[in-house]
């Protein structure tokens, strides 16, 4: 019964964190802007030559993914720092978990849609074949953003209420992300030649094994963190 | 031969002097740092009108 | 933070620590000393193995201090003593310092061996990233201004930054492993154990003396600012 109202309480702060995102249309625009401008630098600092391209792509295309997402995750708690909105949420049982739940799922429909967009273009930009492998990938690619939105929502719960949140956010959040990422770019790259050496089944598997590891550990660590 | 060691001399030294350079360093900070500490608490009483 | 409890921290007393701190130093010194003395020069390295007396004992206690960061975090977040958090930050500053040492030696060590400035092996990307980790932590704690508030996010990201360092190692590893390259072979002949210990061992007490001191000076502060704060709530005080 409780976990039926927490998972309640949790759709709701996602829900009124997307509602948010909708209404100020420039938030999402904005982001995904600056996801492509960020591929095209990549493209100017690793081409023009073909083959260069195509084998940096796997790794410019989560970078990119990541530095526009990184805006995503401070301004998730934009709405309750400017409405102080936080404290009434925080009275009910089990709630600091349901807000963290909602804020997730809210940073993972957002940085889904901007990873969609980063991909199409990436296929572009990067001379990408879609490979056969693509179901694979498409798990990795979910797989990456989950470890990928936990860490982040996880870190721009204290970065976004500092001082100087802009450089704190990213100091704090990416050596943290160095295995998800690397694990992420590594399967990626597997997949998008096939999976000749069938690496990518190793990575994968990591990659599960760090989504797990920072769910739990965030999801302990986040009642220290908003209470304070 | 001899030219090889005398050079790997200069990465032995350098590493030595990087090492002590560290501690003296840190200690000249640890000593300002409690000198500072301490300055703030002696301001702080004063403030507090404490004896 | 109640006026009562503000009078729960006390001023630390130096006691006999400075001396320590002489005997610490001297100690390194002769250490530095005997592992020159009664170690002839590597077969295959030269002089170049000399370096390691102080790469490895830097490396191996900038691990202590990290592992002291985990257990004094705990420790807070466990008994919410505002000291346990001071030393976990003083820890975390001087592992940090033993950090960026271990890196530099690391990379002078890199160079005549192997020519290059350095090397994307697991040990030495490792340390890299355990070192952004804490220089992380550290601008945390520079840019939170509540005392209480600080410490408890420090704790957090203190640990969360711990469990993090096996987890980068293995997945470093793993990188280089399925790229087929070489591995930073370990160099460590048995004949050099007794003068890497004893090392191992002074920098253990230089340590020891940096933490104690920075834990000092921390801990004054703290008090110092609780006292104007319960100075600025008016009423007299029995510091």
């Known amino acids: 019964m409780a976990f039926r109202d927490e998972w309640l309480r949790a759709r709701a702060v996602a829900w009124k964190d997307l509602m948010a995102e909708r209404r100020s249309k420039a938030g999402f625009n904005s982001v995904a802007a600056l996801g492509v401008t960020i591929l095209v630098l990549f493209g100017f600092a690793l081409g023009p030559d073909a083959e260069a391209i195509r084998a940096a792509a796997p790794g410019a295309l989560w970078l990119a993914a990541l530095f526009a997402g990184v805006l995503a995750f401070n301004r998730s708690y934009q709405v309750e720092l400017d409405g102080g909105a936080l404290e009434p949420l925080l009275m009910y049982p089990g709630a600091r978990r349901s807000i963290f739940a909602g804020k997730l799922l809210a940073n993972f429909v957002f940085v889904f849609l901007l990873l969609v967009i980063v991909i199409a273009v990436s296929l572009v930009l990067f001379h990408i074949t879609v490979p056969s492998t693509w179901p694979r990938l498409l798990l990795v690619v979910l797989l990456g953003e989950v470890g990928l939105v936990t860490l982040g929502t996880f870190y721009a719960a204290m970065a976004s209420r500092s001082r100087a949140r802009e450089v704190l956010l990213p100091l704090l959040l990416f050596p943290m992300l160095v295995p998800v990422l690397l694990a992420a770019m590594q399967a990626t790259k597997a997949l998008l030649v096939g999976d000749v050496m069938h690496d990518a089944g190793a990575w994968t598997n990591l990659l599960v094994a760090y989504d797990v590891i920072f769910l739990i550990s965030t999801f302990l660590a986040f009642d220290y963190v908003i209470e304070a | ?51 | 933070m109640t006026a009562a409890a503000a009078f729960t921290l006390e001023v630390p007393n130096p006691g006999r620590w400075p001396i320590f701190g002489w005997f610490a130093v001297l100690f390194l010194a002769g250490a530095q000393i005997t592992a020159f003395a009664i170690s002839p020069p590597d077969r295959d390295m030269g002089d170049l193995q000399k370096i390691l007396y102080v790469h490895v004992p830097t490396a191996w206690n900038m691990g202590i201090c990290y592992l002291l960061v985990a257990i004094y975090s705990f420790r807070f977040l466990w008994k919410r003593d505002d000291r346990d958090d001071l030393i976990a930050a003083s820890a975390a500053e001087v592992g940090t310092l033993l950090n960026g040492l271990t890196l530099v030696l690391g990379m002078i060590w890199a160079r005549p061996t192997w020519g290059v400035w350095w090397v994307w092996d697991a040990r030495l990307t490792s340390t890299l990233i355990m070192f952004l980790v804490f220089a992380g932590y550290l601008a945390l704690r520079a840019f939170v201004e509540e005392p209480d508030r600080r410490a408890l996010w420090s704790a957090v990201a203190g640990i969360m930054g711990a469990i993090n360092y096996p987890i980068v190692y293995m997945s470093v590893r793993w990188w280089r492993t399925i790229h087929q390259v070489q591995s930073t072979p370990s160099t460590l002949d048995p004949t050099y154990t007794f003068s890497l210990r004893l090392n191992a061992v002074a920098v253990l007490f230089i340590l020891i003396y940096f933490i104690r001191r920075r834990y000092e000076a921390a801990l004054t502060e703290r008090v110092a600012e609780q006292v104007s704060q319960a100075a600025a709530l008016g009423g007299p005080l029995n510091a």
């Not at chain 2, 030294?13 to 500072?36: E, F, K």
């Open chain 2, 1 to 51: 031969m001899p030219e090889m060691i005398a050079s790997n001399g200069y990465y032995v030294a350098a590493a030595y002097a990087v090492g002590w350079l560290c501690i003296l360093g840190y200690l000249l900070r640890l000593h300002s740092l409690l000198r500072r500490s301490r300055e703030a608490l002696a301001h702080a009483k004063t403030i507090g009108g404490a004896p």
